[in-house]
């Protein structure tokens, strides 16, 4: 299996997030549900190909403690696109430019940051440490022109 699957699937959501302004990230996450719902044709084809992903294991080939993690694409129409299985808190990073994540459950009753599974959007100069709890997470994670700074915790 390769990563083309997965990449068609999330191309409209690519094309999509390259009009967004993520300086509003309430109302990105309401646009996105708008144009793709969760449980809508699109999310579901990325879910399913994502996971398929990670457990042919192309997807997910390096592991920092329990986190297991991969990049799709460097520059997808201006977004490096990762992704990340995990269900214990991350590294603290800031966002220069925002990140939107794409969050689907895969054990348990999952919540990233206390957020169901689904959208979530931060804004341009967020700061977070990412935490799941409750169970375990998949996450693609989009950033505009690849922009992320890793902080000390």
Known sequence: MSSEPLLAAIEPIVVHLAQ????DPAAVRRDLEEAFPFAGQTVQAVR????AGAAAGWLL???NGSLRY?????DL???SIDAVEMSTPGPRHRHPRGEVDLCFARAGSPRFDGEPEGWVVYGPDSVHVPTVAGGTMLILYFLPGGAIEFLAS
Request: proline share 5%; hydrophobic share 40%.
């Open 70 to 74: 991969g990049r799709l694409a460097k």
């Open 77 to 79: 129409r201006g977004f």
């Open 20 to 23: 967004a302004d993520l300086s």
């Open 48 to 51: 399913e190909a994502a996971v």
């Open 61 to 63: 080939p390096k592991t």
